[in-house]
């Protein structure tokens, strides 16, 4: 079975500081993405990565930067942590191509509440 | 990407056929229509994907006429267990790999 994990379920951070999460996957999947899901608006990707090193801006990467060192390790920081980022973070991973490229493996979320 | 349109809710009762359609006007030839289910305070969970005509598998059935502007996630004989949300997407693959854009979705509810 995928499995992508993701460092915290809860986090919770004070305004301005520095936030890193974590995201891991066990599958050698070359895709990996991150997500935020607000009530009423669903799922938005922030970023994705398509290889090491590799990323993409997704619709709202404001805010949000990502690093991919490893294949199997994606991380997103938020440089400088603010209330409207209060928010459920969604990690998710694919293989690179072919038709199993839609099939996104989703971890199980981290609650981020910034106050 | 495509943009899609599906209902915001929809309500059924437990042995029902449900049936929630998509509208995706401007598809792509290259996209493909994927669907995924979003149970509370998990991440979605991929459900079943085509191109064109009919898709089955175990756990749902999707319709795609030959226009292809619109798709019909079908769910036969529903349990309280499906309810849940409902993503349609369509997407293709470029350099940069497949990115899904997932919408609001559709919240089924199955009541008993």
């Known amino acids: 079975d995928v499995k992508v994990t993701q460092s915290s379920r809860y986090l919770v951070k004070r305004t301005g500081e520095k936030v890193f999460l974590e995201c891991v996957q066990d599958?050698?999947?070359?895709?990996m993405f991150w997500y935020r899901q607000d009530p009423g608006l669903g799922l938005r990707l922030i970023y994705f990565?398509?290889?090491?090193?590799?990323?993409e801006k997704g619709d709202i990467p404001e805010g949000y930067s990502v690093s991919r060192e490893k294949k199997e390790r994606f991380s997103l920081i938020l440089e400088s942590a603010s209330t409207n980022q209060t928010s459920m973070y969604l990690c998710?991973?694919?293989?690179?191509?072919?038709?199993?490229?839609?099939?996104?493996?989703f971890g199980p979320g981290t609650r981020l509440t910034v106050t | 990407l495509a943009k899609t349109t599906q209902p915001i809710s929809m309500d059924s009762y437990e042995g029902q056929e449900v049936n929630i359609t998509c509208s995706h006007n401007?598809?792509?030839?290259?996209?493909?229509i994927t669907w995924y289910q979003q149970f509370p305070s998990q991440g979605p969970r991929f459900i079943i994907q085509g191109y064109k005509t009919k898709v089955t598998n175990e756990v749902a059935s999707l319709f795609i006429p030959a226009d292809r502007k619109s798709s019909t996630l079908s769910l036969p004989r529903v349990s309280l267990s499906d309810t849940a949300v409902y993503y349609c997407l369509v997407g293709a693959q470029n350099q940069a790999g497949t990115a899904l854009i997932f919408g609001k979705g559709t919240t089924l509810s199955v009541s008993s």
């Open positions: 990565s398509y290889d090491v090193k590799m990323k």
């Open positions: 998710a991973s694919s293989l690179g191509l072919g038709l199993n490229s839609y099939e996104q493996y």
């Open positions: 599958m050698d999947h070359e895709n």
């Open positions: 401007n598809i792509a030839t290259n996209d493909y």
